[in-house]
């Protein structure tokens, strides 16, 4: 079994090549070959700045998540900690020095990227957990301690993405560290009292938020409150994805598009232009695709022998979920609109970037996953 495993964790490039996941790889490439359509759609039907720099940031960030696959699933472990307090340090330094855009004060400039660290700490907190909870002892998993511990990891890098402000994503920061506790098997129960306690807690909550924040939840609640003003979004992305249809407009067709009517549609909207343009049979095969990746993340997770690697890809793969869930039910309406992109087909070097080292270190489960972590 030593040498099984002696060998595995000496592939050469040939044989770490041959293993990788090409059913995944080829889903994220006919996904960023949709999104670069899309995007060209968004500037016009011409190679404008959005397209330019989309394509870049594709080709860049793919080449890093081949690059990433290749290294050993234990370094991943074995810096999870590292890499955790680094973004840490990165939150900190954004409250202080960062750039403040529209109130809000959550990137730091890299001339060639303005980086967003909150989206970096979504698999940050991922792959700290999933270290954690490695180590831990199932005896131990409910004992106050370990569940003090694992939530202290969460609350964080909350409260620091919180203070930018950005509710949403210190959001979709929770649901992904809480995921990985119920993966690594706290009981069903301190979450069921945590969620009463969070409702009980709600009106305290809704009266701290920003005066824009509570715009947000009353457009939510009645859009047509103020059609012109705050409700403008919503409802043009409702109008949009219902003037698709069943086969869409075609593409560079989409009226709401092409008259500015739609506003952030390279964005967080993008998925409202994408439907016009393409109907409810494009966006079902979107869905589709995105449903291929996630079943394939979880396939990995199954098959990797060390707890590590299954609580990241199983714990990635729902975060996954959670953007997409949380992006649709924002332009359809379900949801108040929070600023979550959708996974690789939005516009935004940070959340691709973050997107692309998740799936880097899923497949380097895969291509490791017969490595095993004392």
């Known amino acids: 079994m030593f040498q099984h495993t002696r060998l595995n964790s000496d592939q050469n490039f040939i ?3 041959k293993n990788l996941d090409y059913i995944l790889l080829l889903s994220i490439f006919i996904l960023s070959v949709l999104s670069l359509f899309v995007m060209y759609s968004t500037d016009g039907g011409e190679l404008l700045y959005h397209t330019k720099s989309h394509l870049i940031k594709l080709s860049v960030f793919f080449v890093l998540m081949l690059l990433i696959s290749l290294f050993n699933i234990k370094f991943w472990h074995l ?9 840490i340090l990165l939150l900190i330094w954004v409250s202080i020095y960062g750039i403040k855009v529209s109130g809000s004060q959550r990137w730091m400039n890299l001339y060639f990227l303005a980086l967003q660290p909150s989206e970096l ?3 940050g907190i991922i792959l700290c957990l999933a270290k954690y909870y490695h180590r831990v002892s199932v005896e131990k998993v409910n004992s106050f301690t370990s569940i003090f511990f694992a939530l202290t990891i969460i609350l964080i ?8 402000p950005d509710l949403g994503t210190s959001i979709l920061i ?14 069903i129960k301190y979450f069921f009292f945590s969620f009463i306690s969070f409702l009980i807690s709600l009106p305290f909550i809704i009266s701290n ?3 824009y924040q509570k715009l947000r939840i009353l457009t939510f609640l009645d859009p047509d409150r103020d059609p012109l003003g705050a409700g403008y979004q919503i409802i043009q992305s409702k109008i949009a994805i219902g003037s698709g249809g069943f086969s869409g407009k075609g593409f560079l067709q989409g009226t709401q598009s092409y008259l500015d009517f739609l506003p952030e549609k390279h964005t ?13 049979i494009g966006s079902t095969g979107l869905l589709l695709l995105y449903l291929i990746i996630i079943i394939r993340i979880i396939r990995i997770g199954v098959i990797s022998r060390n707890s590590f690697a299954k609580l990241f890809c199983f714990g990635f793969a729902f975060s996954i979920f959670i953007y997409i869930t949380v992006n649709l039910s924002m332009v359809l309406g379900l949801l108040p609109i929070v ?3 959708l996974p690789i087909m939005s516009y935004g070097g940070s959340s691709m970037l973050a997107t692309m080292i998740g799936f880097g270190i899923v497949l380097s489960a895969k291509v490791h996953s017969k490595q095993t972590i004392a």
């Open 174 to 187: 929770a649901l992904s560290g809480l995921i990985i506790l119920w993966l690594g098997g706290v009981k």
């Open 268 to 280: 967080d909207f993008i998925f409202t232009l994408f439907s016009e343009e393409f109907g409810f």
């Open 15 to 17: 044989q770490k090549v």
């Open 157 to 164: 890098p909350i409260i620091l993405v919180i203070s930018q």
């Open 339 to 341: 600023g979550s992109p």
């Open 79 to 87: 810096i999870s900690y590292f890499l955790y307090v680094i973004i």
């Open 121 to 123: 700490m979504k698999i």
């Open 209 to 211: 938020l920003q005066p």
